[in-house]
C-alpha cells in the first residue's frame, strides 16, 4: 500500500507482494489510511450477524432514538503509536476520516463517510498487517455497502480471517493472529465492531460511553460460548495458550479454530448508535492503553488536552505518553476522533449542599470502578 509511513526498508517492500503482509523481522510501520488511498478488492461473502448493544443513553443496550437529526458530524481524527517497552512493534491503525467519498465508490452518501481501526498483533504482525490491508478494501467491495453497513462490517472480518487461512496455508511462516476493531461513521451513524481486547469509548458531554465489550476469555459470556465450542479457560487463557477470546487468524494454534467454527472467534460484536450534537469524540485504544486507563478517566484526561489544544494527533499522542508513564507493559496505539470542529465545552458542575473532600474527577473516576464491579 501506498499509505505506509517512513521507516519501511527495501525487504519489506519486497515482500509484500501478492497482497500477503511484509515480513515481521523488517522495520517498525505505523500504517495510516489517507485521503488519497485507492481501496479496490473483491467482496462476495455475506452474513448477517449484529449484536445490539450500544449505549448508555437508553442504557439498555439499544440504538439510540433519531433525535437532534439536523446535527452533522464534523470529521477530524488523529492517531499515535508507541513500541511501548516491548522489544517488537505489532500494532497498526487505520484513520480515514473520508473513506467513501475518496475510494472512487458509485454509492452516494449524505454527509461524512469514515473508517477507523486498531489492529494489537500477537505471535508476529503478519495477521494485524494483512487485516489492515483487506478489511476497509472488502468493506469498499461489497455491493451492499454502505445500505447495509452493519451485515457488512461483521461479514468482511469473517472474510478477512478466512482470507488469512489461504494465506497462511501458501506460506506458514505467516502464522500470527491480531485483534481488531473497527469503527464505521456513516452520516450520524457510527457503528463499531469488536473482536478482541481493544476497545473504543465514546464522549457524551463528558460522560465514557464504552462502544465495545472487552472479549477476555474469563468473561462470562464468552466462557459459556468457549466451552460450547468444545474449548476450555484455564487460569484466564483460552486452551491456556491466548488472553483474548476473539481475535483473526491463529490458525496455526491446535484447537483453536476450524472453518465450521471453534473456541476462538472471528465474528465481531457490533454497538451502534446515532451521533447527536452532545457526542464530542471516541477514543479507540488497544489494550494497552486500557490497562492504565479506565473508560472515564481516559474520557477525562482526553477532554481536558482537547480543551487545550483541539488536535487529536497531540491528544492520541496524550494518551500515548500517559500510558508509559503510568509503565503500561505493551505496545500502544490510540485514535481520536473528533466529531465538531470546536473543542469540548467547560461543563458546570451542578452546586452540591454537602462539601466533598473528592473532586468531581475523582467521584466519576470511583463510579466508573464500582460499575465495572458489577460486570
Known sequence: MEDIEEGVNESESKNSIEGLPPNPTAAIVYRQITRTDPL??????????????????????????????????????GAYADIGFRSTMEDVYICADN????????????????FYAVFDGHGGKHAADFACHHLPKFILEDETFPSDI??????????????????????????????????????????????GDCRAVLCH?????????????????????????????????????????????DWHMEGMKARDGGPLSAEPELMTTKLTAEDEFLIIGCDGIWDVFRSQNAVDFARR???????PTMCSKDLVDEALKRKSGDNLSAVVVCFQQQPPPNLVAPHSRVNRSFSA?????LQSFLDGLGN
Do not use: W
Not at 50 to 63: F, R
Not at 305 to 311: K, Y
Not at 361 to 365: D, R
Open 40 to 77: 479496490v478488492l473483491p467482496c462476495k461473502n455475506s452474513l448477517k450477524i449484529k449484536a445490539k448493544l450500544s449505549d448508555d443513553y437508553a442504557e439498555s443496550g439499544c440504538i439510540t432514538e433519531d433525535c437532534q437529526s439536523d446535527f452533522c458530524p464534523q470529521l477530524h481524527s
Open 305 to 311: 488536552r482537547l480543551q487545550e489544544h483541539n488536535n
Open 99 to 114: 473513506f467513501v467519498q475518496n475510494s472512487g465508490l458509485k454509492n452516494h452518501i449524505d454527509g461524512p463517510s469514515a
Open 150 to 195: 452493519e451485515r457488512v462490517v461483521t461479514s468482511t472480518f469473517l472474510q478477512t480471517d478466512n482470507a488469512f487461512a489461504e494465506a497462511c496455508t501458501l506460506d506458514a511462516a505467516l502464522a500470527s493472529g491480531t485483534t481488531a476493531l473497527a469503527a464505521v461513521v456513516i452520516g450520524r451513524l457510527l457503528v463499531v465492531a469488536n473482536a
Open 361 to 365: 474527577e475523582g467521584l466519576k473516576e
Open 205 to 249: 458531554r463528558g460522560k465514557a460511553i464504552e462502544m465495545s465489550r472487552d472479549h477476555k476469555p474469563a468473561c462470562s459470556k464468552e466462557k459459556k460460548r468457549i466451552e460450547a465450542s468444545g474449548g476450555y479457560v484455564c487460569d484466564g487463557y483460552l486452551n491456556g495458550q491466548l488472553n483474548v477470546a476473539r481475535a483473526l487468524g
